[in-house]
């Protein structure tokens, strides 16, 4: 049968080239449960051939000009921009995100990323320090890349994680190989063509393709410097070990189950817009996704009732309907895993189901095969449930009422993750002694799920090592180097007499 896409390869040494493996998957469409494209694996001398290729290229790479670096990542921006829409339509088959969200989100939020650290690389934002210790001596540092490093991607968000790993690994001077998730491969080859066209030489961006295992190999192989992986806290606990243990660099991007907190005094509408937000957005698949909706006792009857009556506005149907702004779950696997989890909310922990259900949303005829979950609203759960601990990272939402924001507070950090929390309220007071008290790295007040380039982010406890974007997050890509030069004359030493 013939596929919608061709089959894809693998990308090294600046070009498509052939896997040696004889191993090929399929890409699925979740939408309508059909194949979209064969994938062909990376065998281990593949990889091997691509670090070899990303080996030589950082001996260029690195040795490159900031300006000169810059102005090829701001290239590979404006296309990115420019095929905008066909990319978020590939995005939308491969992914089973709504094309409202693609075509506004996934590739403008990523090359947003990569035009700020060309911009803050070409403007000096690499320089090092200098110290001025004595009169003739000083201390200088100078930041230098790290070599080559792996990027290891999840697939909420393929080619936005593909481009803020990629953006400042190589705006620092490194090189990468990358691996999508093999739930969502289609974006890899696309983004390497670009970043060739933009004039990025041979061998600093490439692309393997296969499943954990070809992640584990690149992961731990001698070569490469740093791992930067985005995905399940289970998986990055294994991954971290292995790079750790050789001393390797590591950012972990991880799950979460992040707490939301409705203040007493909230605006009634912006808290349940921002719940929605942080549970149905991308059908739930956010890794900041505020699972956790803390909402007072006194606002219960009021809260619920407002939610219900916007229930109706998350919109399920063909992706590319301009009303659409639900899709369905990434691949079946995951479709299973989180209707498991609606039926143990409902039989096991006796939630009360609010709305939604393990059942599938009225979708049309020709998506019924696919992966769809309705919205879901469980209320008057409590701590110890399992939907309520575990990540679900699918449209299940956990309403949890409590008495004092303190115990609020106090309930919200009882978990072994810290990626995201929030909280709504009109005191602003409040609203930063809350955030102050939240074990979390990414926090919002009054709304939920924005972030922008700027924002560094990154998860504490179990969510994560090492932050992405902002300032902060060009510095995991580098070493520092100080130099201290005394120019005195002399040396200072003990052992100048007997
Ligand atoms: P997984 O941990 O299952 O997979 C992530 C990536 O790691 C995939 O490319 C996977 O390959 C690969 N992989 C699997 N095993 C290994 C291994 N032993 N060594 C190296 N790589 C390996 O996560 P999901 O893809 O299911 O992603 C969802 C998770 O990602 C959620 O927990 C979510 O919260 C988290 N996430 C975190 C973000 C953050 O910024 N904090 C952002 C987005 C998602 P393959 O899939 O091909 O098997």
């Known amino acids: 049968m ?3 896409f061709p089959t894809r390869q693998l990308y090294y040494d600046g070009q498509v080239r052939a896997a040696s493996s004889g191993k090929t998957f399929q ?16 065998s281990n001398s593949d990889i091997d051939a691509a670090i070899a290729a990303a080996e030589r290229a950082f001996q260029v790479w690195s040795k490159t000009t900031y300006i000169a670096r810059a102005r090829i990542l701001q290239k590979a921006a404006a296309l990115l921009r420019e095929r905008n829409d066909e990319i978020a ?3 939308t088959l491969d992914s089973g995100k709504a094309f409202t969200e693609t075509s506004t989100v996934d590739v403008v939020t990523g090359a947003d990323v990569l035009e700020y650290y060309a911009n803050f690389i070409g403007g000096g934002g690499l320089n090092g320090e200098t110290t001025q210790l004595r009169e003739d001596a000083w201390v ?17 968000y393929p080619i936005q994680i593909a481009l803020w790993k990629s953006a400042a690994c190589l705006a620092a001077g490194n ?26 030489p041979a061998g600093v961006f490439n692309v393997v393709n296969g499943a954990g295992d070809v992640g584990a190999y690149l992961t731990s192989h001698p070569t490469i410097a740093k791992v930067s992986f985005t995905g399940q806290v289970s998986t990055g606990m294994k991954v971290a070990g292995s790079a750790g243990g050789n001393m390797k660099y590591v950012t972990m991007e991880l799950g979460g189950k992040s707490p939301l907190i409705v203040c007493p005094d909230a605006d009634l509408e912006s808290a349940v817009d921002g719940a929605m937000m942080a549970n149905f957005y991308s059908t739930g698949q956010v890794c900041t996704n505020g699972t956790r909706v803390f909402v007072p006792r006194s606002l219960k009857a009021a809260f619920e009732k407002r939610l219900l009556e916007k229930i109706p506005f998350v919109r399920a149907g063909p992706l590319f309907d301009e009303q659409t702004n639900y899709g369905p779950l990434s691949s079946e696997i995951h479709y299973k895993k989180v209707v498991e989890y609606i039926r143990y909310g409902i039989e096991n922990d006796r939630a009360t189901l609010l709305t939604g259900g393990p ?15 309705k919205p879901t609203v469980f209320t008057d759960c409590n701590d110890d449930m399992r939907i309520v601990k575990e990540e679900i990272f699918g449209p299940v939402m956990s309403i949890l009422y409590y008495d004092t924001v303190e115990e609020a507070v106090r309930r919200a950090n009882t978990t072994e993750m810290g990626l995201a929390a929030g909280v709504f309220t009109k005191d602003l007071n409040q609203a930063h002694k809350v955030i102050d008290q939240l074990q979390a790295g990414i926090t919002w007040v009054n709304t939920w799920g924005e972030s922008p380039a700027e924002m560094a982010v990154g998860g504490w406890k179990k969510s994560g090592l090492g932050v992405e974007n902002g300032h902060k997050g060009i510095e995991a890509w580098l070493q520092n180097k100080s130099t201290l030069v005394d120019m005195s004359g002399a040396v200072a030493t003990v052992f100048a007499k007997l």
């Open 2 to 4: 013939s596929l919608p």
């Open 359 to 373: 059942g599938k949303p009225d979708v049309p005829q020709d998506l019924q095969a696919g992966y769809w979950v």
């Open 89 to 91: 339509r590939v995005e």
């Open 175 to 200: 090189t990468m190989i990358y691996k999508p998730s093999e739930f969502t491969p289609l974006h890899g080859e696309t983004l390497a063509q670009i970043y060739t066209e933009a004039g990025l």
């Open 27 to 42: 890409t699925v469409n979740p939408a309508t449960a059909t194949p979209l494209a064969d994938i062909q694996v990376a």
């Open 140 to 156: 200088y540092t100078k930041k230098s890349p790290l070599g080559v490093c792996a990027g290891i991607g999840a697939w909420n």
